[in-house]
DNA sequence: TCTCATT
């Protein structure tokens, strides 16, 4: 909207004002301190040049600031200015770390040019990392991570120009040596993509919140690594998938995955003794998380003959492999940023078990017995977490289709989960789908194992 | 051992 310019120039009029170079640069801002506005960082940015457009960066859902922004000059020749004065030279008010000021992502295409460097001396600084790769091509970035005391954490990234000359560095650097102290052998990798990023903090929260941290009871512990693994899912997925796309036989219906993945985390991870979300943060803050789940949830539906109706409840009247706007990635999203956003106001310590003051889960129905489905619908489930029971197992499950029975099989004597239990779909191809996604997932230590249950007969002979 | 963030 702001950017008017072509239609000025296409009709001679004279320029608007704010109008910018063709080859203006976009820069991305690094470091803000989060109460810090638009308006608040026009004085420091205008003393390089006109400003053509300032933008704080927003959580989509929340508003919530990000601590950065973009900024194009009007000007070409403001942008670099404003680089070579301020990037990394200026610690704004309350950071710990200098100000960024370099061109947006959306400048340079593609990240394939950046590498991970580990098993670093925790010694070596910049230059001694700049001096290693500098033989392998121009370097356009070099940073050591350290964490908030300034040291080390023995690995870097380092930016060549081209891909070929970072494919170089890798080809001659990765494992060629044993740094003194470090416990294995460089590694010179190319850096993760976003979406490996995402996917690394996903697990990480599964550390974090996850069934193996003794301090959480039982019901929040079940739920979150429920959340967890459909998060996980959805991180694989989009790992798998190319720019987002989703393949139909992986799709979840979005709706579901509010239900499911966003409600539990958002409810479990309310502070003791809540029940709505505390006043310092207002209900439009978190419209997107909250509303459509307490809305969505009314209750188990019954049909007219007073049974259950099982397949409605269990995929919430839609098909299970719709694929809607937004795209469950999307959804998932929303879910992670939700949880992010409660972690990061609330300690661990003040979580609440679900159920104890909070809305309940949604009630599936009590399996009473285990139903078989065809040939091709019936899985095996090994590794399930000790506290998964037929519910859990079942609503693991829901996202690949209709589940018509989840059995955990338990010691008679102990009433404990054997950790192994069968899922029956209505379809091979739900069953399908649930292999491909859940097979090896780790949840906590243990990796689930999914494969089609063996049927009866092939395991005896005669 | 993958940054703090990239509309």
């Given at each position: 909207v702001s950017d008017a310019g072509c239609r000025y120039r296409a009709s001679n009029i004279?320029?608007?004002?704010?109008m910018k170079d063709q080859d203006a640069i976009k820069l991305f801002i690094g470091?803000?301190?989060?109460?810090?506005?638009e308006k608040d960082l026009k004085p420091l940015f205008e003393q390089f040049g006109k400003i053509h457009e300032l933008t704080v960066l927003k959580d989509?859902?929340?508003?919530?600031?990000?601590?950065c922004a973009f900024l194009t000059y009007c000007a070409r020749e403001s942008a670099i200015k404003a680089q070579n004065a301020l990037h990394e030279q200026k610690t704004l008010p309350g950071m710990t770390r200098p100000i960024q000021v370099k061109p947006a992502d959306s400048e340079s295409?593609?990240?394939?040019?950046k590498l991970f460097v580990g098993?670093?001396?925790?010694?070596?600084?910049e230059e001694d990392v700049y001096r290693l790769f500098e033989p392998y091509g121009v370097i356009e970035e070099c940073t050591v991570l350290r964490g908030p005391d300034g040291n080390s954490k023995g690995c870097a990234f380092v930016k060549f120009s081209t891909h070929t000359e970072a494919q170089s560095a890798i080809s001659a650097l990765h494992g060629s040596q044993t740094m003194p102290g470090a416990s294995s052998s460089l590694v010179v990798k190319f850096a993760d993509t976003d979406k490996e990023r995402t996917i690394r903090r996903m697990q990480q929260m599964v550390g974090q919140f996850?069934?193996?941290?003794?301090?959480?009871?039982l019901p929040f512990s079940t739920y979150s690594s429920y959340a967890h693994a459909l998060m996980q899912q959805q991180a694989a997925i989009m790992a798998a998938s190319h720019g987002g796309y989703l393949t139909p036989s992986v799709a979840f219906p979005a709706t579901q995955i509010h239900q499911m993945g966003a409600r539990t985390c958002y409810f479990s991870l309310?502070?003791?003794?809540?029940?709505?979300?505390?006043?310092?943060?207002?209900t439009s803050a978190v419209p997107s998380i909250v509303t459509p789940i307490v809305n969505g949830f009314t209750g188990i539906p019954h049909q007219p003959n007073g049974h259950p109706a099982v397949e409605t409840m269990y995929t919430n009247g839609l098909p299970p492999y719709s694929t809607q706007s937004p795209t469950a990635a999307d959804t998932l999203q929303q879910a992670f940023t939700g949880v992010q956003q409660y972690t990061a106001i609330y300690?661990?310590?003040?979580l609440t078990p679900i159920g104890q003051t909070l809305p309940q889960p949604p009630q599936v129905i009590q399996q009473q017995q285990q139903r078989e489905g065809p040939e091709g619908c019936n899985l095996f489930i090994y590794h399930?977490?000790?506290?998964?029971?037929d519910n859990e197992l079942m609503q693991m499950f829901l996202p690949f289709g209709t589940v018509i029975s989840s059995k955990v099989f338990m010691?008679?004597?102990?009433?404990?989960?054997?950790c192994f239990g069968f899922v029956s779909f209505d379809n091979p191809a739900s069953a399908q789908a649930a292999i491909q996604a859940m097979n090896g997932f780790q949840i906590g230590m243990k990796r689930l194992k999914v494969q089609l249950k063996r049927p009866k007969d092939a395991s005896r002979p005669y």
């Open positions: 004279a320029p608007a004002g704010n470091q803000i301190p989060r109460n810090l506005e989509r859902y929340t508003g919530m600031h990000k601590g295409r593609g990240e394939d040019r098993m670093l001396n925790k010694q070596q600084t996850g069934i193996f941290n003794p301090a959480i009871a309310l502070p003791a003794g809540l029940s709505s979300p505390p006043a310092n943060i207002t300690p661990a310590t003040t399930l977490p000790q506290e998964f029971g010691d008679r004597a102990t009433n404990q989960s054997k």
